[in-house]
């Protein structure tokens, strides 16, 4: 059964990217907030978006300092992701309250957070009010991965090096498998979807591979 949402809700659809903990540094602080609206850009040259609320103190950290990186945190920091989303760097220096170590990024000033599995170090390029966000464009300028988690795409081997992604108030989730989709067109360039006959026309096909190999 389809039932209507208000059009505030189309927000809510769309949760599920991977959660980022923006970090920026500014005149020796230091300050991380989770956000959940984010996008790649472009590809050449390299820009991703993040939306960021006015009211929140990175907002001015990224308009002063004019760079931030996107630290993507794993299952192991659920519950600090949730704390850096409710308490403000206006009122409390979160990273040192959290006790999480940090290193230091290779491009840009803000720090970066262990126990994250990917970092994403950015320039600011743009920033575009829409609304009540700004949207701040950041021109990537270094990117770093934890190897058991991510290689040609996210692992999702061991639940711990998987990324968070939100999905409202304080629920996440992990993804639970990588599914690799196969295409195959019939005769008539229609598309074969049933598992079954896809199988089936596989194993069809490395038969008469196989027969055609022998034959030479
Ligand atoms: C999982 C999660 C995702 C969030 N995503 C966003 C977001 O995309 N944009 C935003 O402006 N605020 C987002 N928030 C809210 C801010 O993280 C929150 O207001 C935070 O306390 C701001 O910190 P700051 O004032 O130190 O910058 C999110 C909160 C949580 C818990």
Redesign the pocket.
């Known amino acids: 059964m389809r039932h209507s949402l208000s059009e505030q809700d189309a927000r809510r659809l769309l949760g599920g990217a991977p ?1 980022l903990l923006v970090t920026t540094r500014w005149h020796g602080t230091s ?1 991380v ?5 984010s996008m790649p850009l472009s590809i050449d040259p390299p820009f991703v978006g ?4 006015a009211s ?3 907002h001015d950290m990224i308009r002063f300092s004019e760079q931030f990186a996107l630290n993507i945190p794993s299952r192991r920091l659920l519950n600090h ?2 704390y ?7 009122e409390i220096q ?1 990273i040192e309250a959290a006790k999480i170590p940090t290193f230091n990024a290779r491009k840009v000033d803000a720090p970066l957070l262990e126990g994250c599995v990917g970092y994403i170090e950015c320039g600011l390029e743009d920033a575009l009010r829409l609304g009540d ?1 700004t949207l701040f464009i950041g021109r990537v300028v270094a990117v770093t991965v934890e190897k058991e988690a991510f290689g040609d795409t996210w692992v999702l081997e061991d639940d711990d090096d998987k990324p968070l992604h ?1 999905l409202g108030l304080d629920y996440y989730g992990i993804l639970d498998d990588r599914l690799q989709a196969k295409l195959q067109t019939t005769e008539s360039g229609g598309l074969r979807t049933d598992e079954d006959e896809i199988e089936e026309e596989m194993r069809r096909r490395e038969e008469e591979a196989e027969e055609q190999e022998e034959a030479r």
Do not use: C, D, E, L
């Open positions: 959660v300050n907030m989770p956000v959940a609206w993040i939306a960021v609320h929140r103190h990175t992701v949730q850096f989303g409710v308490m403000s760097g206006r979160k966000h939100y």
